[in-house]
C-alpha cells in the first residue's frame, strides 16, 4: 500500500485518507503494534482514520512523522496468537435461498465460507454496535436487497456487498439475512459498549459447534 495522505482535523486530530477499505484495516493493524505516544484515540472509517491526540504529550508534526514509520498489517498475516471474538449463528435466515440461487452455493457451502475464515471489524456505523466485517476468503459481493425491510429482528447475521454484520437491535435494513445469534452486540453495561469495535477480529461458528 502507498501511504495515507494526511491532513489536520481541528487542534487535536488528523485525518488519514486511504486509497481502499483494505489499506484502512492493514494499517490500524499496524498502529495498534506502534503504540505512538500521545495517540489517545482512532475512529475507522471506509477511506479514513480519525487519529486524535494529547497535545501535552505529542503535537501533529510528531505524530505525523510517527505514522510514516508505521508498518501496515496485512488481514492474511499470521494471527494465530490473537483471540477472535467467537459468534454462535443458527443459519436459517429468511433470505438463504436467495444467497445460494446468486452466489449458486447450496447452503452447506455458504455456511463453510461464512464460518471458515477471520473476519475483521472494519468500522462501526449505521446503529450503535453495528461493526461492518471484512473477510479473509473471497467476498461474494452480494446486492442489498431490492426492498429494504421495515425491521430487522436484533441478532440477525447478514450479508451486503463484501461486509457481514449482525444487527444489534431491531432495526430497518436492506442486507440479506443468512442466520441469527444470541450474542449481544450492543449493551451499556460493557465498557465499550460494542462488543466488535474497530479492529476486532471475529469468528463465525455454527451454532451446536460451538
Known amino acids: 500500500m502507498t501511504g495515507p495522505d494526511v491532513r489536520p482535523a481541528g487542534g487535536r486530530a488528523l485525518l488519514a485518507t486511504f486509497g481502499s477499505l483494505a489499506d484502512v484495516v492493514a ?30 504529550v505529542t503535537d501533529s508534526s510528531r505524530l505525523q512523522a510517527g505514522l ?19 459468534i454462535a449463528v443458527t443459519y436459517d435466515g429468511e433470505d438463504l435461498d436467495t444467497v445460494t440461487g446468486l452466489t449458486g452455493m447450496t447452503c452447506d457451502e455458504l455456511v463453510a465460507w461464512h464460518t471458515g475464515q477471520l473476519w ?15 473477510g479473509t476468503e473471497r467476498s461474494l459481493d452480494l446486492p442489498r436487497r431490492s426492498t429494504a425491510r421495515t425491521a430487522v429482528p436484533s441478532g440477525a447475521v447478514a450479508l451486503a456487498g463484501e461486509f457481514s454484520a449482525v444487527y444489534p437491535r431491531t432495526s430497518p435494513g436492506g442486507w440479506q439475512l443468512i442466520g441469527r445469534t444470541e450474542v449481544p452486540m450492543w449493551s451499556l453495561e460493557r465498557t465499550p459498549p ?13 451454532a451446536g459447534a460451538a
Open 27 to 56: 494499517f490500524r493493524a499496524g498502529l495498534a503494534d506502534a503504540a505512538l505516544p500521545g495517540l489517545t484515540e482512532v475512529v475507522s472509517g471506509a477511506r479514513t482514520l480519525l487519529l486524535r491526540y494529547d497535545r501535552e
Open 68 to 86: 510514516e514509520r508505521v508498518q501496515a498489517v496485512s488481514s492474511t498475516a499470521d494471527t494465530s496468537d490473537s483471540d477472535p471474538l467467537v
Open 120 to 134: 475483521t471489524s472494519a468500522f462501526c456505523g449505521f446503529a450503535p454496535g453495528f461493526s461492518y466485517l471484512t
Open 194 to 206: 460494542a462488543l466488535a469495535p474497530a479492529g476486532t477480529l471475529v469468528r463465525f461458528v455454527e
